[in-house]
C-alpha cells in the first residue's frame, strides 16, 4: 500500500481535507492537505473582523502552494533539525505573521497539520519551536503510523517549480 492510498483514506475519514483554490477556474499543480483542526479554523466565520480577515490571507497563502507555478524560500522553509523534515509556509502579511508547519507525503503533496503565530515562537532554537516541530511529528504518526514524511534537503526533489535559493538553515 502506497502513502497515497493512506492520504486518500485520511481525507475519507474526515481526517484530512485537500485544500483546493477558490479562483474559478484555477487548476491545481501541486496538493494539500489540511488537518481537520486546521480546516476549522480556514472555514469558520471569525466575529471579529481582523481575525476574519487574515484567515482570509492564510488561506489565500496556502493556494499559493497549490496553485503558483514557482514556490519561493520565503515561502516554504524546511526547520532545524532538517532530519527531521518538518517544513513550515510562512504566511507574513498582514500581521500577525503565521506559520503552517508539515510534512511531504510525496513530491508535490503537502500535508498541513497545525499552524502557530510566528510572534509566540520566539528565536529558531526555543521551546516553543521544538514544541511545535514535535508537534507536527506527532500529528504525522497519528496520520500515517508507520509511513515516514518524504526526507529531502534538494526542495526540487519534493517542490515542481521550486526557486534557487536557501531553503533550510543549518546549525551556527
Not at 502506497?2 to 481525507?11: D, Q
Not at 503565530?117 to 507536527?136: F, H, I, N, P, Y
Request: with cysteine; charged share 30%.
Amino acid at each position: 500500500m502506497s502513502i497515497g492510498n493512506v492520504v486518500h483514506w485520511r481525507v475519507n475519514e474526515g481526517l484530512l481535507f485537500p485544500l483546493l483554490p477558490k479562483a474559478a477556474g484555477s487548476a491545481p499543480l501541486r496538493a494539500m492537505y489540511v488537518t481537520k483542526k486546521l480546516w476549522d479554523l480556514l472555514r469558520t466565520s471569525h466575529e471579529d473582523p481582523e481575525l476574519e480577515d487574515r484567515i482570509g490571507h492564510l488561506q489565500a497563502d496556502l493556494e499559493v502552494f497549490v496553485e503558483s507555478p514557482s514556490i519561493d524560500p520565503k515561502y516554504l522553509f524546511l526547520l532545524y533539525p532538517t532530519r527531521d523534515a518538518v517544513w513550515e509556509i510562512r504566511s507574513t502579511r498582514p500581521d500577525p505573521s503565521i506559520r503552517v508547519l508539515g510534512n511531504f507525503a510525496d513530491r508535490d503533496v503537502f500535508i498541513a497539520t497545525h499552524c502557530a503565530l510566528r510572534e509566540e515562537l520566539g528565536g529558531w532554537e526555543s521551546r516553543q519551536w521544538k514544541e511545535v516541530k514535535r508537534t507536527a511529528a506527532s500529528r504525522w504518526r497519528q496520520l500515517f503510523h508507520t509511513y515516514e514524511p518524504r526526507k529531502e534537503t534538494d526542495v526540487k526533489a519534493l517542490v515542481t517549480g521550486a526557486l534557487d535559493g536557501k531553503y533550510f538553515k543549518t546549525r551556527a
